[in-house]
């Protein structure tokens, strides 16, 4: 044991402990699991947990979810046969130790790291992972599919779908729901239910699994029996009680709806007590028709840092364990804090200014505004197309919605940007948050894709700062637009320009020039003005005149300026955070083409492939959007139309 600074008592993974001391090291494959007694199951779980808490402090990763599902990972590798069941998470962002235990705990240690193993499931990193997933309410679904094909193939595999931090509100997971009776008559569903998604969850759905949690008299009884059959260690009395209880929980319980829509219900389970969890899944095993089991976890179990601040340990960057500080910290302020700092600002002025989150006040700046301005926040949970029309519907009805999102998770709204917003010119604003390439977090959560999926939308204002104020003096332009407005921004930080006192507004489709140049025009969006800057003073150095724009509007953009520049430059190069195909670029290159310029125009930006994981510089320099390879890109260009 190692006491912290703060008092907290936090135990450590050995370093120097023999490989025969220590259970994890003879688990090899999940069917090593299988044969271990209960003794030997609790301090796996003891040695899962210190391998977790000490492999993230160095890499970062999801640390509180992973935390919390260790006991429930470990029981079903010991009850369900991992070769031949199919096993899917939602979100498999908690899916930690079942990587540690199918086969990957040599590996664990590269976890998040560029070529290392990913923080989500992937089919083509291990056969144990049968569904890849990085976003939240897919598992039910895929499951069910699983469930289909295996019964039209007259099968015999068991079908484990584990849901939890929220998704089984999400609208994927309740469509699932709704056809589950009609597919199929076998599957097993765990709801993993720690009260939390990223933040505390929301909705009625989670009221009512709360209740379902908390009911005394219903959980009093049922800890008395399971402690009868514990100490007498009936293996037998396990159906019997499992008859019993489906007679009983009608007595104490409302309509258990997951009833309704044909699934069995067993639970609460205590996600932590290894005996119940065995037993559960073992009924369930045997169960001949949908059934799930509810299983209640605390999310950051074992780290009493992350069992006080869920939120916060949820995900997290290397820290020192004993403090419980984290190794990298800078006094200035993220793009999603100034975003938060610049909705107080407007919302001080216009009282019809709403927020609107799919579950992450925190992670999209906005918490502060929560507490300020509760009645003029919403929380939808995990439902972005509702977050979508849900703020049509506010707009058409004259209020001021400005949806914050992740760029990834804007995706599955895409079709209710364009019908239910764009299509009707509502004033929605979508503040597209951690847009560009994220690193560590890899393809399932790199937001490359949204300026391809939106710039061919009618009506839509595209926006993209250079630095904090720009961001939010074009949070206030979008305000003053009255029309459908996606202002994205990058993940991290900017350069530390602060916000002024006066908010500024921008001339719509007006680009800025940053460096006056004559041969060479590099067109830079935002986060990529500086690699812009620094390709143009190494053109600058072998005798190549190169100008620079921050571009700001990326729908409408600055044709007017674009014509001149490429009507008297040899080359117009493009630098934008997100993919070639369909993005920016592709929009400047047609101009051109299309008003015969004679300037050659280079993209710069994402592969048509899906970026793996990684830090940002390592995936910059890879794909050559470093300022040394997009200067030589730029002269090798150069150099043949002198040539020509």
Same mark, same amino acid.
């Given at each position: 044991m190692r006491r912290g600074q703060k008092g907290h008592n936090v135990k450590l993974f050995p370093k120097?402990? &023999?490989?025969?001391?220590?259970? @994890?090291?003879? !688990?090899?494959s999940p069917s090593d699991i299988r044969e271990m007694n209960l003794e030997q199951l609790t301090r796996l779980a003891g040695e899962v947990r210190e391998?977790?808490?000490?492999?993230?402090?160095?890499?970062? &990763?999801?640390?509180?979810?992973? @935390?919390?599902? !260790?006991e429930l990972t470990i029981a079903l590798l010991h009850v369900f046969d991992a070769r031949d069941s199919r096993i899917l998470w939602d979100v498999s962002h908690q899916s930690y130790a079942y990587k540690i235990l199918t086969g990957r705990r040599d590996e664990f240690c590269t976890l998040r790291q560029y070529k290392g193993i990913s923080g989500f499931t992937k089919r083509e990193e291990s056969p144990y992972d049968h569904f890849g997933a990085g976003h939240s309410g897919t598992a039910l679904s895929a499951a069910l599919g699983m469930a289909a094909a295996r019964d039209r193939k007259g099968g015999s595999e068991h079908v484990v779908a584990v849901i939890g931090d929220g998704s089984v509100g999400c609208g994927i997971s309740l469509e699932a729901l709704n056809n589950l009776a009609d597919v199929t008559e076998r599957l097993i569903v765990v709801l993993n239910d720690n009260e939390m998604s990223i933040a505390s969850n929301v909705g009625s759905i989670s009221n009512y699994l709360g209740s379902l949690l908390a009911n005394p008299r219903y959980n009093r009884w049922k800890r008395s029996v399971e402690g009868f059959a514990s100490r007498l260690k009936m293996g037998w009395f396990r159906k019997v009680y499992y008859k019993i209880e489906e007679a009983v929980k009608s007595l104490f319980l409302k309509s258990v709806i997951f009833e309704e829509f044909?699934?069995?219900?067993?639970?609460?389970?205590?996600?932590h007590n290894l005996h119940a969890l065995i037993d559960a899944f073992s009924i369930a095993r045997d169960y001949d028709r949908p059934i799930i089991l509810h299983v209640n976890t605390?999310?950051?179990?074992?780290?009493?840092?992350a069992e006080e601040s869920p939120e916060k340990w949820h995900g997290a960057s290397p820290?020192?364990?004993?403090?419980?500080e984290l190794k990298k910290q800078s006094g200035r302020p993220d793009y999603s804090h100034v975003f938060g700092v610049a909705m107080e600002r407007v919302a001080e002025r216009d009282d019809k200014v709403v927020a609107i989150t799919a579950a992450m006040p925190k992670g999209t700046g906005l918490t502060p505004f929560s507490e300020r301005y509760p009645d003029r926040f919403f929380d939808v949970g995990i439902c972005?197309?509702?977050?979508?029309?849900?703020a049509a519907g506010l707009a058409a009805e004259g209020m001021k919605p400005i949806f914050a999102v992740y760029s990834t998770f804007l995706q599955r709204a895409v079709d209710c940007v364009i019908h239910d917003v764009c299509l009707q010119k509502l004033p929605v604003i979508f503040a597209v948050d951690r847009a560009g390439i994220v690193g560590d977090d890899g393809p399932t959560h790199h937001g490359v894709f949204d300026i391809a999926l939106l710039r061919c939308v009618p009506n839509l204002t595209i926006m993209q700062p250079a630095d904090e104020a720009e961001l939010a003096d074009m949070l206030n332009t979008a305000l003053a637009l009255k029309k459908p407005v996606a202002l994205r921004y990058p993940r991290g930080r900017g350069p530390g320009t602060p916000v002024k006192d006066e908010l500024q507004l921008l001339d719509e489709g007006?680009?800025?020039?940053?460096?006056?140049?004559?041969?060479?025009?590099?067109?830079?969006?935002?986060?990529?003005?500086?690699?812009?800057?620094?390709a143009a003073h190494i053109l600058e150095a072998a005798g190549i005149s190169a100008g620079v724009v921050n571009v700001r509007f990326i729908k409408p953009m600055d044709k007017d300026l674009l014509k001149t520049h490429a009507g008297t430059a040899r080359v117009v190069a493009?630098?934008?955070?997100?993919v070639i195909a369909g993005g920016f670029g592709s929009g400047v290159e047609d101009f051109v083409n299309g008003e015969s310029l004679p300037a050659k125009v280079l993209k710069f930006g994402w592969p048509d492939e899906f970026v793996t994981h990684g830090s940002v510089d390592e995936l910059f320099r890879k794909h050559g959007l470093d300022p040394e390879t997009i200067a030589a890109s730029i002269k090798k260009v150069c150099h043949a139309k002198d040539e020509a």
């Open positions: 120097r402990r &023999g490989a025969v001391d220590r259970i @994890l090291d003879k !688990v090899d391998l977790i808490i000490e492999t993230v402090s160095h890499t970062g &990763g999801h640390l509180a979810a992973n @935390l919390g599902v !260790v044909g699934l069995r219900y067993v639970g609460p389970v205590n996600g605390q999310k950051g179990k074992g780290y009493q840092f820290f020192d364990i004993g403090t419980g972005e197309e509702h977050a979508v029309v849900f007006k680009a800025l020039v940053v460096k006056e140049g004559r041969d060479v025009w590099i067109w830079a969006l935002g986060d990529m003005i500086p690699a812009a800057n620094e493009t630098l934008e955070n997100g």
